[in-house]
């Protein structure tokens, strides 16, 4: 199950709709009708954080959900939700160098980090509606810079170690190339092939148990 985590933004339900085309099994649920102990219990495989208006502070269920779930379960943050990932784990927001609400923005992306291995161009659109970004300067070293726009300002981060990314602008929304594949390979990444994984150690130990009790006669 993947559970998408609502901060009150409109494009949520977009953000739904497309990891829904692609993993049919979406729960969506408001940030201020859920708690960090009702999460565990969920069990899900990979927590989405949509965006919303305003800074999210160090005890939101967003940040707090980073904090507590980021080193175990998959965690994709857009916007706001990406906010909340960089000051998890100890970086400073400053104002972006230009607001930006509803506009097309070119994004310089590095081809190499895991969030972006399969995008094949250096460049690329998306939707832009900000006005906060992670200061460059005091991001914490975990975090590895995998975009920017053209006023040098930070538009995607992912941890190095735990499998935690963000980005600062709309993935879902129309005006970012690319979005859904961008989504596709995460969960390709981070539940599909775990679930054949798990599907296949499976399988061995059913072989093995059965040799085993074979041998046994």
Do not use: W
């Amino acid at each position: 199950m993947i559970l998408l985590i609502d901060h009150y933004d409109g494009f949520s339900y977009n953000l739904y709709q497309l990891v829904k085309k692609i993993h049919s099994d979406v729960s969506i649920v408001r940030s201020d009708q859920i708690t960090i102990e009702e999460i565990r219990q969920m069990k899900p495989q990979m927590i989405f954080l949509s965006s919303g208006g305003g800074k999210p502070e160090e005890d939101s269920l967003l940040v707090q959900t980073v904090k507590t779930f980021g080193k175990g379960i998959p965690i994709f943050g857009a916007g706001t939700g990406c906010l909340a990932v960089c000051l998890a784990f100890g970086a400073e927001l400053v104002h972006a160098k230009r607001q930006v609400y509803g506009e097309t923005v070119e994004i310089v992306v590095n081809t190499q980090s895991r969030m972006f291995r399969e995008i094949e161009k250096p460049c690329m659109k998306a939707g832009g509606y900000y006005s906060l970004t992670a200061d460059e300067t005091r991001l914490p070293d975990c975090l590895r810079i995998t975009a920017k726009n053209r006023d040098n300002d930070i538009m995607a981060v992912e941890h190095k170690e735990y499998p935690v990314y963000g980005v600062q602008f709309q993935p879902e929304s129309i005006l970012t190339q690319d979005g859904r594949k961008l989504i596709e390979y995460v969960l390709k990444e981070e539940v599909f092939s775990k679930m054949a994984s798990s599907r296949i150690l499976s399988k061995i130990k059913e072989i093995l148990k059965e040799r085993q009790s074979e041998e046994e006669m």
